[in-house]
Antibody
Framework: QVHLVQPGAEVKKPGESVKVSCRTS????????MHWVRQAPGQGLEWMGI????????SYAEKFRGRVTMSGDTSTATAYMELRSLKSEDTAVYYC??????????WGQGTRVTVSS | SYELRQSPSLSLSPGQTARITCSGD??????ASWFQQKAGQAPVLVIY???QRPFEIPERFSGSISGTTVTLTISGVQPEDEADYYC???????????FGGGTKLTVL
């Protein structure tokens, strides 16, 4: 069974960057898509973007374009999401969610990112 | 930007039937999924491709579509079904994904 493993929490200051990791365990398949979704405190789910781990091609939601970079390392089965120029409004839980065989079929447990001076 | 519209909340007693709707103009051509999120937990996929249920999801969960509206039905709600439910689809291009605002189901 596939599991997605994320770090528990990160604390950053305004203006800094955060790079959240998402490691796949339980299979050796290297050709898949990974979504990143965030959830601010008390708010709904917000789609940030998607990356094809096999070829590294990503598409980003308009809101985050220019401030986010998604990447993947097939040798370690790990996906990354880097968000730059952090603001207090970026305080949220950041989830990775994998496609294959079902879109959004498997989710990580989430990484809580707190942006505070 | 494209939006999916959900009613914000629903309160039912155990054993009643919950119908949670999600409306979006592109739903006539784009696939939809439903997610359950319990407090403090990651979302879980309960319905995909409008009507398909993952094998681990109880049979009381079902999905349907009519025109530009998809519906998640929970037949005979249980206390453990209390959660936020989100629909998800894409815009007309199929490239950009979107979630509905979520519906909070309370089981009294």
């Amino acid at each position: 069974q596939v599991h997605l493993v994320q770090p528990g929490a990160e604390v950053k200051k305004p203006g800094e960057s955060v790079k959240v990791s998402c490691r796949t365990s339980g299979d050796t398949f290297t050709m898949y898509y990974m979504h990143w979704v965030r959830q601010a405190p008390g708010q709904g789910l917000e789609w940030m973007g998607i990356i094809n781990i096999g070829d590294g091609i990503a598409s980003y939601a308009e809101k985050f374009r220019g401030r986010v970079t998604m990447s993947g390392d097939t040798s370690t089965a790990t996906a990354y999401m880097e968000l730059r120029s952090l603001k207090s409004e970026d305080t949220a839980v950041y989830y990775c969610a994998r496609d294959g065989p079902i879109k959004f079929g498997t989710w990580g447990q989430g990484t809580r990112v707190t942006v505070s001076s | 930007s494209y939006e999916l519209r959900q009613s914000p909340s629903l309160s039912l007693s155990p054993g009643q039937t919950a119908r949670i709707t999600c409306s979006g103009d592109a739903l006539t051509t784009r696939s939809a999924s439903w997610f359950q999120q319990k407090a403090g937990q990651a979302p879980v996929l309960v319905i995909y491709k409008e009507t398909q249920r993952p094998f681990e999801i109880p049979e009381r969960f079902s999905g349907s579509i009519s025109g530009t509206t998809v519906t998640l039905t929970i037949s005979g709600v249980q206390p453990e079904d209390e959660a936020d439910y989100y629909c998800q689809s894409t815009d007309y291009s199929g490239v950009y994904f979107v979630f509905g605002g979520g519906t909070k189901l309370t089981v009294l």
